[in-house]
Structures are given as structure tokens and as C-alpha cells.
């Protein structure tokens, strides 16, 4: 995965955002939407945008394309700053691969502790009740 090469390939628009800001807020786009077409991208393998395709089926419209927004902020450079840092964490974090589970026992001592622990349980419950006759 070469980062610079697919931030490179990334669109950028820029809408108006949603939500109080007084009189400026209407006349300043400063929401940024990104998107990024997953299939035309050179910057991946194709093992890689088969895992990316498979895992962010979520975020992609049929034909592909990965979309973002941002309006946290009412730059917006800052807001497209932060986008792409969210689009490079989606990226990294869906390409990342999961460790493989190591099968274990448990002790002999985790057992007999389990087990210690079981049976005072059961004697105290024993002990409420009413003597057999």
C-alpha cells in the first residue's frame, strides 16, 4: 500500500455544512466530502482492494467508491486534514491482519482454583437449607 499515491488519487468537494454557525454559516462551504474509487486505484494490489472491498462494504457505494465527510470544524483545510487522517486510519486499520489465536489449556492450579471455589460456593448454599429429618 504506497499512501502518497492513493492520497494523490483522492477527490475532494466541498458542501455547506449542516448546523448552527450564525450569519456566515450560510454563505461558506466548509464540509469537505472525499471519495476514493477503490477499483481505478494504483496505489493498491489487488489482494489488497479485495480485503479493502470485502471489509468496508459499509462505506463504498456499489460501484466502489469509498466516501468521508468532515465538518468538525468550520476551516476548511482543517477539516480536509482531518478527513484524510480518518481515511488513512480506515485504510490501515482494514488492511491490518487480526493475530492468530494460540490454543491454551488452563493450569492445574487455575483448575483446582475453579474448583476450590465451586465447592465453598455449594457449602454455603448447602448450609441455608433446612436439616433433613
Known amino acids: 500500500m504506497d499512501i502518497e499515491t492513493i492520497i494523490k488519487e483522492l477527490q475532494f468537494k466541498a458542501v455547506r455544512s449542516s448546523g ?9 462551504s466548509s464540509k469537505i466530502q ?6 481505478a ?4 494490489s ?3 482492494k479485495g ?9 463504498l457505494t456499489k460501484e466502489g467508491v469509498l466516501t468521508l465527510q468532515a465538518q468538525d470544524y468550520r476551516s476548511q483545510h482543517k477539516n480536509k486534514d482531518l478527513v484524510i487522517k480518518r481515511f ?13 489465536r494460540k490454543t491454551t489449556k ?11 471455589s465451586k465447592k465453598l460456593i ?6 441455608r437449607q433446612k436439616p433433613k429429618i
Open 51 to 59: 480485503i479493502l472491498l470485502r471489509k468496508l462494504e459499509n462505506f
Open 122 to 127: 455449594s457449602d454455603k448454599k448447602q448450609s
Open 46 to 48: 489487488e489482494k489488497e
Open 88 to 100: 488513512v486510519i480506515l485504510l490501515k486499520k482494514a488492511l491490518k491482519q487480526p493475530k492468530k
Open 41 to 44: 486505484s494504483n496505489g493498491l
Open 106 to 116: 488452563p493450569s492445574k492450579s487455575a483448575i483446582e482454583k475453579r474448583l476450590k
Open 34 to 39: 472525499l471519495t476514493f474509487d477503490l477499483n
Open 20 to 28: 448552527p454557525g450564525g450569519q456566515h454559516a450560510n454563505k461558506v
